[in-house]
């Protein structure tokens, strides 16, 4: 497994490989992996001939007053789980190598994708998002990249950006990875003390009642909602930042469920806000 | 010569031909193509294998009240002359081709480099030279690309947006060309009555003015620019949109002239907006 730190060599490296025709996977993290990222680190295996496992912590998509500095790291332990994996290249640049102080170039989706959900409560998220994800696709220069569907917001969005900007880049979408218990994997998770990880269990419960509640012909989104909020409630340290029901192409906000909906949430607990989220058909 | 519309069939024609081990330098144009634009199609002949010109009037470059509906078109006559360069590939694609619908997504050089010059007459004007030049890499995804120096702001624009997001492009700078009495080749040339062609001359001369001026030592930016308003107020049919004088790498406007500066000019010759530049270095 090689170990690349500046993105000129992982990009010389990369386009080397490709032309001996080779194909590449490419799986982006911020690190301090668990399941979710093995299971597309695994995909990608599977479906490749290098794989690549960029870790970095980006900090154009967080905001002043989020986590960026207590972000979780441990690069020891992802290296070893990722040289278990059969992994090719862990391509780890630092920030000043990624964002050298004249670096002044964003790549945007605008419009309607990006203002509901997490692009409301955090604004500039998603342009940090899809500007690291230009630069990492323009220096791996992958045929398939793997993202994981618990951030289903930031999956449509990269989505439309790879169709708008052509390049030409297979996303492959992956299945939440959740817990015995239903809590959906994330590094956030490690935040939580015992009580705030044993009450986190209830996302996965009010998203089952949507579901439940949809399958069982409820189709007004604002009871939908309602009801999730009140399961919500009964775990006094959760705090709802939004619950919402869109449409899973468009992320528009729905009356009537109708198709394939998207229930997503983020909740506080404590300072932790975990995101989760479930694909219904009615 | 092979001439494609569809961006697809063009990123799957030049992906296969790159993995044969070929070289492809990309011109990109927006046609109405003179000698400017063929020099350009010579110097990507002499280094590559494959010489891909592009073709496409970029809509979202141009603002609500300029020139994109009248803005010259003759493909017939470019792909003429394109063929007598030994260009392999023509990339001539519908608006509708490169702008689906639902296409949202921009990529912006942000900062002082577009704020001035040309970026601050002309809102949004580089978000869509970026916008459509970062598809067009995707789309050819070149060993080199080749821009003209007459475009002096957009080729420093561009070298900064292939640096920042990583594109891993060689971009080629080439020289202005002009006509014999000193006009700079330009497809815009062709909206000229004869006596504007014949007034706009001046704008050479004034930059050869300029240029005078700081080889005998002249230093105040301020004094060399009223000295250019001079020459041009000689023509009465031109009106003045900037004058100004900048570093040549950060394009910010220098009270003395020191090291190399980019003297940039865009003029008005009744409706038609002409640009002219030239750098000196003291």
Do not use: W
């Not at 497994?1 to 025709?21: D, H, L, N």
């Not at 001939?49 to 007053?65: A, C, K, M």
């Not at 190598?97 to 692009?119: A, H, R």
């Amino acid at each position: 497994m090689r170990i690349i730190a500046s993105p000129v060599e992982a990009q010389t490296y990369c386009a080397a490989q490709r032309e001996t025709g080779k194909q590449i996977g490419l799986v982006p993290t911020m690190g301090y992996l668990h399941e979710g990222h093995l299971s597309l680190v695994r995909q990608a295996r599977a479906e490749n001939d290098l794989v690549v496992v960029s870790i970095f912590v980006n900090p154009i998509q967080f905001g002043p007053s989020e986590d960026l500095a207590s972000y979780p790291r441990d690069f020891e332990r992802d290296s070893q789980l990722l040289a278990a994996e059969d992994t090719d290249v862990i391509f780890a640049p630092t920030v000043e190598q990624m964002y050298p102080p004249e670096s002044v170039t964003f790549v945007e989706v605008t419009g309607d994708l990006t203002k509901g959900l997490c692009g409301a409560r955090r604004p500039g998220h998603f342009r940090g998002v899809t500007t690291v994800v230009s630069k990492l696709f323009n220096i791996v220069r992958p045929h398939r990249a793997y993202f994981g569907q618990k951030d289903a917001q930031q999956l449509v969005v990269i989505q439309r950006m790879v169709a708008d900007l052509n390049f030409g880049i297979d996303i492959v979408p992956m299945p939440i990875v959740r817990e015995p218990d239903g809590l959906a994997m994330s590094s956030r998770n490690r935040y939580l003390s015992p009580d705030e990880r044993q009450a986190a269990t209830v996302l996965y419960r009010a998203l089952q009642h949507a579901k439940a509640r949809i399958k069982s012909s409820v189709r007004s989104a604002a009871e939908i909602i309602a009801s999730m909020q009140s399961v919500i409630n009964q775990e006094k340290s959760a705090k709802v930042d939004y619950i919402e029901i869109v449409d899973a192409n468009h992320l528009q906000p729905v009356g009537a469920i109708r198709g394939e909906v998207l229930i997503a949430l983020a909740v506080y607990f404590g300072k932790t806000r975990l995101i989760d989220n479930l694909r219904v058909d009615e």
